[in-house]
């Protein structure tokens, strides 16, 4: 049963298609960022039997826009600001289409010579990019999740004085993994796929700016010690996902070597601001990580799913995931001709490295760098007001992360009162749409967290957020 229409037919509705992604991206700003969907409603359209007969792709066109396209949160809009996300510049989104449709399985050189050169080519991009070694090795990943849970596999083999691949966990000391209590969760989830136990993370505490208290970093290590644990790595923040705050690299790198640690750098936000001339500084030490994991699908504005581990030594990655089947051994040499499916986890891999290639090449870095210092000045004109504002409080800003609260002009008696006016005023801003913004604890304090990886922000649109916050403000009284 062949599946094709005549080829006619497919391009009229390739067509239809640019048409609908052309009508998505225009006006963006005037789009309802937040569709508020009903639950009930949402579950009844895509509650329905498995289909036993065919639909017209026209048909399921139109749907798609109809309720697929309504009942999703618009985060190319720039009035998004819960998360750091991607804004999905039009480049990436054809080079994604289009390996889409060639449909190459990027998994060995034999699958696809073009998609492993690219990819090869992309990650050393990566490391000069972002500043960590521009002979850096490294393979893309679905995301910072696995790319942090990558890192960690690496520093897990390496770390062990037995092979773990071969002997497994039982026969070594017990591991211990250190990360500042802002860490983001998923190094959480990795320590709890690796088998280490979530009770051996040990989250330090971390000093007013929310980085990470290096004295007592080392102290933990020393008592670890002490007990007979085995230290195994200090994960550092280069832009913690509730804040922006960075960790200080360099000491970290200097105590990972008294220790003999892996290092390794959750970048998966910050990352693409730390080669930044502006930013530079706050990144030292960023260089000496063992591993660094980075998320392309937040601030270098390429679709989901797109993340990468970076490390200095490729072989590191194939000690880890080299295995070779019976009918995957080619008689090519592995230095020349990059199997990319021994630097990971994957079998089989899109070719992410495309949207990644067609974003680089279409803007350089020199505009991406742009774009992104962008987002920083965008997000410093919103401190700016709202510490000119009487109304409104800055708690915390870093990198392009803005986390204030709203305090009115009236007088508010405890924190738990400020606590409830916020979440009253987060809840308020999604029922109305126009601008969609979420809270994070910090210290006990809920505070509204504004964050921007989004080169269609600009400053007339974080005014337009304080707008309407003020008006959305008044019926929380
Ligand atoms: C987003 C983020 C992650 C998780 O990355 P995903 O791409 O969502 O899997 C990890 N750490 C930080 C600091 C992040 O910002």
Redesign the pocket.
């Known amino acids: 049963m062949n599946l094709d229409q005549p080829i006619s037919h497919f391009r009229t509705q390739l067509y239809q298609v640019a048409d609908m992604v052309a009508e998505l991206y225009t006006e963006t700003e005037k789009q309802k960022v937040f569709s508020n969907p009903n639950s009930l409603k949402v579950k009844e359209i895509f509650n329905e039997p498995i289909p036993l007969t065919a639909s017209s792709i026209e048909d399921l066109l139109h749907k798609i826009k109809e309720e697929v396209f309504i009942n999703s949160t618009k985060h190319y809009s720039p009035h998004f600001y819960p998360?750091?996300t991607s804004c999905a510049s039009q480049a990436s989104i054809l080079g994604d289409f289009l390996a889409t449709a060639l449909n190459v399985n990027a998994t060995t050189w034999m699958n696809s010579a073009a998609a492993s050169e690219v990819e090869k080519q992309v990650v050393q991009w990566i490391g000069e990019f972002i500043g960590y070694d521009s002979k850096a090795s490294g393979v893309l990943v679905?995301?910072?999740?696995?790319?942090?849970l990558t890192g960690l596999t690496l520093a897990r083999k390496q770390m062990a004085v037995q092979d773990i691949s071969q002997v497994g966990l039982k026969h070594t000391q017990q591991f211990t993994v250190y990360a500042s209590e802002q860490t983001?969760f998923?190094?959480d989830k990795s320590i709890i796929t690796l088998g280490i136990g979530k009770q051996y993370l040990r989250k330090i505490k971390t000093l007013h700016n929310y980085t990470i208290d290096l004295i007592q970093l080392e102290h933990q290590i020393k008592t670890d010690i002490a007990k007979g644990f085995k230290p195994m790595c200090v994960v550092g923040?280069a832009?913690?996902?509730n804040s922006g705050a960075i960790d200080p690299l360099e000491s970290i790198s200097s105590i990972c070597k008294k220790y003999n640690l892996w290092f390794h750098i959750?970048?998966?936000?910050?990352g693409c601001a730390a080669n930044l001339p502006d930013t530079r500084e706050l990144f030292k030490g960023f260089e000496k990580a063992d591993s660094v994991?980075v998320?392309l699908?937040?601030w270098l504005f390429v679709p989901f799913?797109a993340?990468c581990v970076l490390v200095k030594d490729k072989e590191h990655l194939r000690q880890t995931f080299k295995l070779v089947p019976e009918y995957q051994k080619f008689d090519y040499d592995a230095e020349e001709k990059v199997d990319f499916s021994e630097y990971s986890f994957q079998q089989s891999r899109n070719f992410k490295a495309l949207k990644v290639w067609m974003n680089f090449k279409t803007y350089g870095q020199t505009k991406l760098k742009s774009a992104i210092k962008g987002s920083i000045t965008v997000m410093n004109h919103l401190t700016k007001i709202v510490e000119e504002s009487s109304d409104f409080e800055l708690i915390t800003h870093g990198l392009s992360i803005v986390c204030f609260r709203y305090i009115g002009n009236y007088k508010i008696e405890s924190l738990q009162q400020i606590n409830e006016i916020n979440l009253k005023l987060v809840k308020l801003s999604e029922i109305d749409g126009r601008v969609f913004i979420r809270d994070t604890n910090l210290n006990g304090m809920i505070v509204l967290r504004a964050c921007c990886t989004n080169f269609r922000r600009e400053k007339k649109h974080v005014e337009y957020l304080i707008k309407i916050l003020r008006d959305l403000a008044k019926k929380t009284k």
């Open positions: 998360w750091v679905s995301g910072g999740s696995t790319a942090n983001h998923c190094i923040n832009g913690t996902v959750d970048a998966a936000y910050g994991a998320d699908h937040k799913e993340g």
